[in-house]
């Protein structure tokens, strides 16, 4: 089961993540959680919306150039070594992660890891052999 991630590119200048974050709020879409990776020019901006379709349109329609990646939602319990146990499962597979980024979700009571690797049915596989729930779009929209 993966989800859908934005990723924005966004110029390094101050107010740059409050022009995008202002635009998705005025089209109704709730940011679940969010990553910046910066360089000294420009950023990628990683979203995870509740609706996917409606963050697209908005971003498209003010001109930004943005993108759609299929991404693993990974979900554990909010206690010390989960986060290890999913880094874990895919380290004895063999698995690389290209990155990583996690958040909380008071209303399930769930920490959520957002990976994005190479080999996605390999580590769907992996991740349902060590007991470890995937969320779909539904559940990353409704938390």
């Known amino acids: 089961m993966t989800v859908k991630q934005i990723s924005v590119f966004v110029e390094n200048k101050i107010g740059g993540l409050a022009t995008i974050t202002d635009l998705l709020a005025q089209a109704d879409v709730n940011i679940r959680a969010l990553s910046i990776a910066e360089t000294s020019d420009f950023g990628i901006l990683r979203l995870m919306v509740d609706d996917v379709f409606k963050a697209g ?84 929209a409704k938390l």
Do not use: R
């Open 57 to 140: 349109n908005a971003l498209k329609d003010n001109g930004f150039i943005y993108s759609v990646t299929d991404v693993l939602a990974v979900a554990g319990e909010d206690k010390p070594g989960s986060i290890a146990k999913i880094v874990s499962v895919l380290s004895n597979e063999g698995i690389g992660m290209d990155y990583a980024y996690a958040f909380f979700a008071k209303k399930s009571e769930l920490a959520y890891m957002i990976v994005k690797v190479e080999e996605m049915d390999k580590a769907k596989k992996a991740f349902k052999a060590n007991g470890i729930h995937l969320a779909d779009e539904n559940e990353i």
